[in-house]
T-cell receptor
Framework: GAGVSQSPSNKVTEKGKDVELRCDPI?????LYWYRQSLGQGLEFLIY????????KSGLPSDRFSAERTGGSVSTLTIQRTQQEDSAVYLC????????????????FGPGTRLTVL | KQEVTQIPAALSVPEGENLVLNCSFT??????LQWFRQDPGKGLTSLLL?????REQTSGRLNASLDKSSGRSTLYIAASQPGDSATYLC??????????FGKGTKLTVNP
């Protein structure tokens, strides 16, 4: 079946503008994750959604970052008033999650959105 | 706080050589340890997932081991090929579900 898809693949924006990044997870996957990969840095966890539970936002770097997941499927990551340090590749992943506290299945990653803030 | 370290940061080997990539983690309370491959400009491809109760997993020329007590995992690649050239990432998953990644090992296999 189809994998995780993300759009746009590339986004160039000016400092101070808002951007929205979209993620379509694999159908049937209940867990959805956002990560960020900055130049020279490892992947950094941002936010995690699981079913109807409150999202784990512990990785969001500032209140300019927010995310929502509508209908338990598509997710949108919004960055307000973008800064140059927000430039990175934003990766989305999804997985099956049998239940709270249980080990999850493999996380399947999308191709990412490369964000450049000028 | 979980920290994951990968050594070496980069590795260059001739084709056909067997090699080992190393990963260490500070908190042994993990659910699983995953190895991924990342090609330039692309997303991550899952290679192997080792549950906390397992010692190793194998897929083709790849073998990953896990020693929770010492906080170490290794990825063994047999008979390396130029197509294996990529960045290899390991990630530990704990109770918070999120993956904590190392910074990766960039592998170059020379023909």
């Amino acid at each position: 079946g189809a994998g995780v898809s993300q759009s746009p693949s590339n986004k160039v924006t000016e400092k101070g503008k808002d951007v929205e990044l979209r993620c379509d997870p694999i159908s049937g996957h209940t867990a959805l994750y956002w990560y960020r990969q900055s130049l020279g840095q490892g992947l950094e966890f941002l936010i995690y959604f699981q079913g109807n539970s409150a999202p784990d936002k512990s990785g969001l770097p500032s209140d300019r970052f927010s995310a929502e997941r509508t209908g338990g499927s598509v997710s949108t990551l919004t960055i307000q008033r973008t800064q140059q340090e927000d430039s990175a590749v934003y990766l989305c992943a999804s997985s099956l999650l049998p239940g709270p506290g249980l080990s999850t299945d493999t996380q399947y990653f999308g191709p990412g959105t490369r964000l450049t803030v000028l | 706080k979980q920290e994951v370290t990968q050594i070496p940061a980069a590795l260059s080997v001739p084709e056909g050589e067997n090699l080992v990539l190393n990963c260490s983690f500070t908190d042994s309370a993990i659910y699983n340890l995953q190895w991924f491959r990342q090609d330039p400009g692309k997303g991550l491809t899952s290679l192997l997932l080792i549950q906390s109760s397992q010692r190793e997993q194998t897929s083709g020329r790849l073998n990953a081991s896990l020693d929770k007590s010492s906080g170490r995992s290794t990825l063994y690649i047999a008979a390396s090929q130029p197509g294996d050239s990529a960045t290899y990432l390991c990630a530990a998953q704990g109770g918070s579900e999120k993956l904590v990644f190392g910074k990766g090992t960039k592998l170059t296999v020379n023909p």
